[in-house]
Each structure stands twice: as structure tokens, then as C-alpha cells.
Nanobody, 128 residues
Framework: QVSLVESGGGLVQAGGSLRLSCAAS????????MAWFRQAPGKEREFVAA????????DYADSVKGRFTISRDTAKNTVYLQMNSLKPEDAAVYYC?????????????????????WGQGTQVTVSS
């Protein structure tokens, strides 16, 4: 089992950058596949980015490719989401998610049902 705590959200102007962090508890963080999702008011939760336990697989939503980068630091039990060139449409609550089932992750990494563990979310607001 793992607990996740996001941080790093805030208010930024369009074109600016933010780096979100997701700190995980537990000694087995290195075995978890990780992802970021986001949810804007009135919209469904959507996939943003994912990285597998060995960092061989990374994937991004088309809307953030080239602007966002997911990474992880196993020594710090932390996964990051570097967000550059932010747009007003990136505004949302960003959630960190984790799961240990690699086969399920490989086939359905963009599906929120793949992940068993979720953080509480961090708000990102982008002003135009």
C-alpha cells in the first residue's frame, strides 16, 4: 500500500511554468507505476502523463506533449510533473496516481481505473 501527497500547485500566468511533486510513502515506491491526471470543474478526470516503475515507459496526453515532462526520483520516493508553456486550459486539480500491476498499466495507462492509489490533488490555476 502507498500514500500519495501532491504539492506544487498554484497560480501562474499563461506561458509560465510549475513543477508538481507527488511524495509517496512506503518502502516499495520503486515498484509502482505512476501517473498524473487532472480534473477541471464540470469535466471528467483526464489522463495527463504516466511513467512505469523502471522509467522505460513514459506517455503523455496529446494536449500536453512537448510541454509537460514526468519523472521520478526513487531515492526521494517522489514523482514530478514539470509543466511549461502553461495555458488557461491546463487549469485543473492535478492528481497523482499509483499502481503495481505492470501488465494492466502497460495496456491501460491512460485509464483512471488502472490505478488503485490516489492523492488528494493540488490546484493549478492559469491566468490569461
Amino acid at each position: 500500500q502507498v500514500s500519495l501527497v501532491e504539492s506544487g500547485g498554484g497560480l501562474v500566468q499563461a506561458g509560465g511554468s510549475l513543477r508538481l511533486s507527488c511524495a509517496a510513502s512506503g518502502r516499495t515506491f520503486s515498484t509502482y507505476n505512476m501517473a498524473w491526471f487532472r480534473q477541471a470543474p464540470g469535466k471528467e478526470r483526464e489522463f495527463v502523463a504516466a511513467i512505469n516503475w523502471s522509467e522505460i515507459i513514459t506517455d503523455y496526453a496529446d494536449s500536453v506533449k512537448g510541454r509537460f515532462t514526468i519523472s521520478r526520483d526513487t531515492a526521494k520516493n517522489t514523482v514530478y510533473l514539470q509543466m511549461n508553456s502553461l495555458k488557461p486550459e491546463d487549469a485543473a486539480v492535478y492528481y497523482c496516481a499509483a499502481d503495481r500491476d505492470y501488465l494492466r498499466f502497460r495496456e491501460h495507462l491512460a485509464s483512471h481505473s488502472t490505478y488503485d492509489y490516489w492523492g488528494q490533488g493540488t490546484q493549478v490555476t492559469v491566468s490569461s
